[in-house]
């Protein structure tokens, strides 16, 4: 899974989620794919190579908690 916007590290992932942003998640090959509960999300996107991984709580799409 991966957040529409593509964060080069995690720290960024982070400081957008406490500033309040509205992140979503989707999926690259299910582009109409709806999801609640837990996910991993990892960046940056692919064709880069994966740095990093956040385990997060979803409702319809939308991060609303990190977990560590």
């Not at 509960?37 to 740095?51: A, L, M, S």
Request: glycine share 4%; charged share 25%.
């Amino acid at each position: 899974m991966y957040t529409l916007y593509n964060y080069r590290t995690k720290k960024e992932l982070k400081a957008a989620f406490d500033s309040g942003e509205k992140i979503t998640i989707c999926h690259p090959s299910l582009p109409y794919y709806s999801t609640s509960g837990r996910e991993v999300i990892e960046g940056p996107h692919f064709p880069k190579p994966h740095t990093w991984y956040q385990k997060v709580e979803v409702v319809d799409n939308v991060i609303v908690k990190l977990v560590k």
